[in-house]
């Protein structure tokens, strides 16, 4: 089932005035003023001068007139508010990524947090909202937090419920919502006072009136209200996400379905982004490239780059192989209007005066961009072998995801790749292209030599006669972690073509007849 957190913040502004110091606690009613109809009104005030009366919509005017002990007035600031709110709503994603800031509906200030399949990060819903509760508390936030299992249930019980913090198990979403005034199904103003006059004062009274004639008479915005505030009807939430700082878009007056002209939009997009990431400093790591189709549909391929770049020509190359493994898949439909290209992830990528640098290209550069493409044209992530401290074949090196290492502390810098490949000059033999886990055991092997290599063995069911062999290259255990015997590896090949990495498990003795093994194979 969902759950929803539904966050009603109390007087926003002039949290956000205490919060900022720009006024002094002191105790003494704060108003925060706008200009209205007949002069300046109340649009915000503190607990303070809410227990002297005061009210949301009263000319500022009549509250002078009227109050004898000092009150301190602002203006109000609707941009340092909304800033304010979208800062704290980056900040309600630490709890899920669905933050959902209320809407015109709500009439007032807040957000919902979708924590359906997060809540038992924090222990279930009931320590999330206390946890929540407690941080907004020391943040100096006032506000009253319910959960439920829809958005409507939620903000009813959070707004107009007698708890500033309350969870509804999931079997008793109506029975919760029933005594709660009509107010709370976020009616229009005028539905609720009709309602009143007709009797209809709680929600449950609602519930419990035939349907037909509510319709009739009130529409059906206010059927929709109540059963999505029940749960009978689905209220989809369209969750925030980080500002988008490198974007451009492009228009069509006449749809596009064409792949090419997709391709060689985004290189134009991209060559208008280069510019404002080259003065920050900055490449690309991933983009997304959002195609807008007329019926409001949006196609969203994700690309992501081994390493910064701001060069429009390998990412329309990388958008190329992906439009061409997506085939038909892209579903074009009667064309894309809008396309547009984001970067999602940017990475410090120093400028570089390519006019005097007649250097060699850094090999991680080639390597990147074949990485690339072929991510792209296979649809899979790129491995490779990643060299790890040791001289035993299977603890040698380690699957990891393709990308570059340098000496800085920065990944993303290209001063070397680290290829596994043994060094020639180190004594090191070669290496299989296929290693296995662990040695499979070679059966009835025949040597000429107790210590030479083997003529015959049978390994998988299949019997081998080696037509050359090489070797052999002993490689002893690492002291430091066992004691063990040493190997001698041999590169043979059989007579049938293939060619195998095989070892001798210790020297061939009377008392221990050597155990042979299988551990790689050469291409």
Not at 230 to 246: A, N
Not at 353 to 363: C, K, S, Y
Request: charged share 25%; with cysteine; hydrophobic share 45%.
């Amino acid at each position: 089932m969902p759950r929803i957190v539904s966050i009603c913040l109390t007087d926003w502004p002039v949290a956000r005035l205490m919060r900022a110091g720009a006024t002094p606690d002191d105790g003494l009613p704060l108003v925060i003023a706008a200009a209205g109809a007949g002069g300046l009104r109340l649009t915000a005030v503190n607990p303070a001068a809410a227990a002297l009366g005061l009210r949301r919509g009263e000319p500022l005017g009549r509250v002078r007139a009227r109050l004898s002990t000092p009150l301190h007035v602002h203006p109000a600031d609707p941009a340092a508010d909304a800033a304010a709110f979208a800062r704290l709503c980056l900040w309600a994603q630490r709890y899920t990524p669905s933050v959902v800031p209320f809407g015109p509906a709500e009439a007032c200030d807040g957000l919902y947090l979708d924590v359906t399949g997060a809540d038992h990060l924090m222990g279930g819903a009931d320590k999330l909202v206390a946890n929540l509760a407690a941080r907004l508390a020391r943040a100096g936030i006032p506000a009253r937090i319910a959960v439920a299992d829809t958005p409507g249930a939620a903000f009813a019980l959070a707004r107009h419920g007698r708890e500033e913090m309350a969870c509804v198990p999931s079997d008793e979403t109506e029975q919760i919502l029933r005594p709660l005034p009509v107010e709370a199904l976020r009616c229009e103003p005028a539905v609720a006072v009709a309602l009143k006059r007709l009797g209809l004062r709680r929600v449950g009274a609602l519930l419990d009136a035939p349907r037909p004639p509510l319709a009739r008479r009130f529409g059906e915005a206010l059927l929709l209200r109540l059963d999505q505030a029940t749960g009978r009807r689905p209220e989809p939430l369209s969750p925030i996400s980080e500002p988008v700082r490198y974007g451009a878009a492009r228009g069509f007056l006449d749809p596009v379905g064409s792949q090419e002209i997709v391709v060689a939009t985004a290189r134009r997009l991209m060559a208008e982004i280069a510019p404002r990431l080259e003065a920050d400093g900055l490449g690309a790591r991933g983009v997304r490239l959002s195609l807008h189709r007329v019926d409001d549909v949006v196609r969203a391929l994700d690309l992501g780059l081994s390493e910064p770049s701001r060069c429009p020509d390998h990412v329309a190359r990388l958008l190329q192989l992906r439009l061409e493994r997506l085939g038909s898949g892209l579903d074009a439909g009667f064309g894309f209007e809008t396309v547009r290209l984001d970067v999602a992830a940017t990475g410090p990528m120093p400028g570089r005066q390519a006019a005097l640098d007649t250097g060699p290209v850094p090999p991680g550069a080639r390597i990147a961009g074949l990485a690339d493409a072929l991510r792209q044209r296979f649809g899979r992530p790129v491995i490779r072998l990643s060299p790890r401290a040791s001289h035993v074949p299977e603890r040698a090196d380690r699957i990891a995801p393709w990308r570059t290492e340098s000496r800085h502390t920065e990944p993303w810098r290209v001063e070397r790749v680290v290829l596994h490949w043994p060094d020639p000059d180190a004594g090191i033999g070669p290496r299989p292209l296929v290693l296995f886990d662990r040695g499979e055991a070679a059966e009835d092997v025949i040597a000429l030599v107790a210590e030479g290599p083997p003529r015959r063995f049978r390994w998988r069911s299949r019997l081998h006669r080696i037509a050359h062999a090489e070797g052999p290259e002993r490689i002893a255990p690492e002291w430091w972690r066992e004691t063990g015997i040493p190997r001698d590896y041999y590169v043979v090949e059989c007579e049938s073509g293939h060619r195998l990495w095989l070892y001798r498990d210790g020297p061939n003795l009377p008392e221990r007849p050597a155990a042979w093994f299988v551990h790689g194979l050469f291409a």
